[in-house]
């Protein structure tokens, strides 16, 4: 059993930074990968980042890559999700998720995710 518990959303001005933090129990954590989704009012569950149990390599969408930096120490402390230069499109509740080991789905794919936060709000203003 894995739990995820998200923070460090909020409001920022377009431009700014924000941390958003993962917090995760259980005894076979270290052995999942672990990724970030998005979902927008009105919107689809959308693949942000994601990385291996192994601290790497890393994968992102296209619309964060060079922005957004995933990280993970597996010496249990969070996952984390460091987001620069955001937009106002970047405006959604975040998610935390866990994938276990052997899973065949895409790192993208959120299908291959067992485990789920709670969401942490994003909101970007212009």
């Known amino acids: 059993q894995v739990q995820l518990v998200e923070s460090g959303g909020g409001l920022v001005q377009a431009g700014g930074s924000l941390r958003l933090s993962c917090a995760a129990s259980?005894?076979?954590?270290?052995?999942?990968?672990m990724g970030w989704f998005r979902q927008a009012p009105g919107k689809e569950r959308e693949f942000v980042a994601a990385?291996?149990?192994?601290?790497?390599?890393?994968y992102y969408a296209d619309s964060v890559k060079g922005r957004f930096t995933i990280s993970r120490d597996n010496l249990k402390k969070p996952v984390l999700l460091q987001m620069n230069s955001l937009k106002p499109e970047d405006t959604a509740v975040y998610y935390c998720?866990?994938?276990?080991?052997?899973?065949?789905?895409?790192?993208?794919?959120?299908?291959?995710?067992?485990?789920w936060g709670q969401g942490t709000q994003v909101t970007v203003s212009s």
């Open positions: 259980g005894p076979t954590f270290s052995s999942y990968a």
């Open positions: 990385i291996t149990w192994s601290g790497g390599p890393t």
């Open positions: 998720a866990a994938r276990p080991p052997g899973s065949s789905n895409l790192y993208r794919d959120y299908a291959g995710y067992e485990y």
